[in-house]
Structures are given as structure tokens and as C-alpha cells.
């Protein structure tokens, strides 16, 4: 079993700047993987970020460049850095490790992008 806990959600203007947390209750070299999802009102969850125990990361389209990802394998966290806020990346956002089949979320934080 693995627990991850996000924190550092909030409310930014359009523009603005965000990191938010993943802290993983196992050691990262476990676990094969971790990313982040969103959630949008009315929206099914999406695929934001991930990165795997060997460090290789992966984006959505719409965050490429925006958004990135990163790990602190000494705290058994990972981080996305969110850069050029838009009022459409409003939404909770999720964690998620992935440990051979069995995949591990978070409770969510929740950021909003508004003026």
C-alpha cells in the first residue's frame, strides 16, 4: 500500500505561478511511477504529468512547456511546477503512484485560475 498527499493547490490570476506537492509514504525507487491528473467540473480526469523511478517524464500536449515535473528522491516527493496559468488548467488535481498493477491517489488539491 502507498499513500501520496498533495498539497500547495490555491487560487492564482491567469499568468501566475503554482508548485504543487506529492508526498509518497514509500520510497520512490518502489514505485514505477508517478504522475498527475486533473479534473475539471464536468470533465472526465486527465493525464497531466508523469514520471518514472528512472526519471523520465512524460506531458499532456496542452501543458508541454508549461507545466513540469520533477522528483526529490531523498523526500519521497514529486513536483509540479505550473507556469502561464490559464483559466481552463482550473480543476483538482490528483496524484497518482503506480506500483507493478496497482495504482495509488491522492485526495486531490484544488487550484483555480481566475482574475
Known amino acids: 500500500q502507498v499513500q501520496v498527499v498533495e498539497s500547495g493547490g490555491g487560487l492564482v490570476q491567469p499568468g501566475g505561478s503554482l508548485r504543487l506537492s506529492c508526498a509518497a509514504s514509500?520510497?520512490?525507487?518502489?514505485?514505477?511511477?508517478m504522475g498527475w491528473y486533473r479534473q475539471a467540473p464536468g470533465k472526465q480526469r486527465e493525464l497531466v504529468a508523469t514520471?518514472?523511478?528512472?526519471?523520465?517524464?512524460n506531458y499532456a500536449d496542452s501543458m508541454r512547456g508549461r507545466f513540469t515535473v520533477s522528483r526529490d528522491n531523498g523526500k519521497n516527493t514529486v513536483y509540479l511546477q505550473m507556469n502561464s496559468l490559464k483559466p481552463e488548467d482550473t480543476g483538482v488535481y490528483y496524484c497518482?503512484?503506480?506500483?507493478?498493477?496497482?495504482?495509488?491517489w491522492g485526495q486531490g488539491t484544488q487550484v483555480t485560475v481566475s482574475s
Open positions: 514509500a520510497s520512490i525507487f518502489s514505485i514505477s511511477a
Open positions: 497518482n503512484a503506480r506500483r507493478g498493477l496497482s495504482n495509488f
Open positions: 514520471i518514472t523511478s528512472g526519471g523520465m517524464t
